[in-house]
T-cell receptor, first 115, second 115 residues
Framework: AQTVTQSQPEMSVQEAETVTLSCTYD???????LFWYKQPPSRQMILVIR??????QNATENRFSVNFQKAAKSFSLKISDSQLGDTAMYFC????????????FGKGTRLHILP | KAGVTQTPRYLIKTRGQQVTLSCSPI?????VSWYQQTPGQGLQFLFE???????NKGNFPGRFSGRQFSNSRSEMNVSTLELGDSALYLC??????????????FGNGTRLTVT
């Protein structure tokens, strides 16, 4: 069974600093998708960034980038120039088969951006 | 374009009762999936519907059921409620399931409290 592990339950950083959230996953499949979702207090899950496993190049979206290490099954999220609005719960997530919207989520990392 | 709409936002029920939650996907989205979020178990996949057919089901008892209508709107039903069913229920929609270029869009969820 696929699993997603986020080893940091909670983190705090000062505004404008860079922070990295860790995620490891376990799968025997070769092709899959990985995601980072953000859940602010409004409860809505918002897609931050996504990565296709067969793509070697790390995905970037403005201040957000990932470090995807397929052999190590690691998928960390880096937030540069952190802002107060980045305060939220962050979930690492895994989607295995195509033609299927079943996502396996990690337990989440609560990130606090301090002024 | 309106986002994923879930109603009601809050619900309080008594043990043994049944409940129906509603989800209206983004216009043009044909896939709807449901997730249960609890502090202890995190986010867990319930089921997924595409074109009125259940395509995938998570590891939940038969008390949890759902359906999708021809307009892609979906309902989720929980019968014989238990205290452990208290959770945030999230609905997500996509244009086509499991497609990298068709990411999931989540609603704000329904907070169910069972007393």
């Amino acid at each position: 069974a696929q699993t997603v592990t986020q080893s940091q339950p909670e983190m705090s950083v000062q505004e404008a600093e860079t922070v990295t959230l860790s995620c490891t996953y376990d799968t025997s499949e070769n092709n899959y998708y990985l995601f980072w979702y953000k859940q602010p207090p409004s409860r809505q899950m918002i897609l931050v960034i996504r990565q296709e496993a067969y793509k070697q190049q790390n995905a970037t979206e403005n201040r957000f980038s990932v470090n995807f290490q397929k052999a190590a099954k690691s998928f960390s999220l880096k937030i540069s120039d952190s802002q107060l609005g980045d305060t939220a719960m962050y979930f690492c997530a895994f989607m295995n088969l195509p033609w299927d919207d079943k996502i396996i989520f990690g337990k989440g990392t609560r990130l606090h951006i301090l002024p | 374009k309106a986002g994923v709409t879930q109603t009601p936002r809050y619900l309080i029920k008594t043990r043994g009762q049944q409940v129906t939650l509603s989800c209206s996907p983004i216009s043009g989205h044909r896939s709807v999936s449901w997730y249960q979020q609890t502090p202890g178990q995190g986010l867990q996949f319930l089921f997924e519907y595409f074109s009125e057919t259940q395509r995938n089901k998570g590891n939940f008892p038969g008390r949890f059921s759902g359906r999708q209508f021809s307009n892609s709107r979906s309902e989720m039903n929980v019968s014989t409620l238990e205290l452990g069913d208290s959770a945030l229920y999230l609905c997500a929609s996509s244009q086509y399931p499991g497609q990298y270029n068709s990411p999931l869009h989540f609603g704000n969820g329904t907070r169910l409290t069972v007393t």
